[in-house]
């Protein structure tokens, strides 16, 4: 993977809010983030939409955000006692 710049950055985060003001509130999904291509197809990070079920009715999830790529990967997670 690629070191990106302050400036990609700083584009990706934007990029992060954006898209988890328009889909985090569906109870479907329980995290967006920037990380590590799962795929392995990006020399960049990507946005990485953490879904509670991988086939959410009524969900539609971008393949970009401003140029940034998005992924969907499984992830429930719940605190831990």
Not at 2 to 27: C, F, G, M, T, V
Not at 49 to 60: T, W
Not at 69 to 81: A, W
Request: no cysteine.
């Amino acid at each position: 993977m690629n070191a990106p710049s302050e400036q990609w950055w700083a584009k990706a985060r934007q990029a992060r809010d954006k898209l988890a003001a328009q889909i985090l509130s569906h109870p479907g999904v329980s995290l967006v983030d920037i990380g590590e291509d799962p795929d392995g197809t990006s020399r960049t990070p990507v946005l990485r939409v953490h879904m509670r079920q991988v086939d959410v009715a009524g969900l539609q999830v971008p393949r970009d955000v401003d140029g940034i790529p998005v992924r969907v990967i499984r992830g429930d997670y719940q605190l831990q006692s």
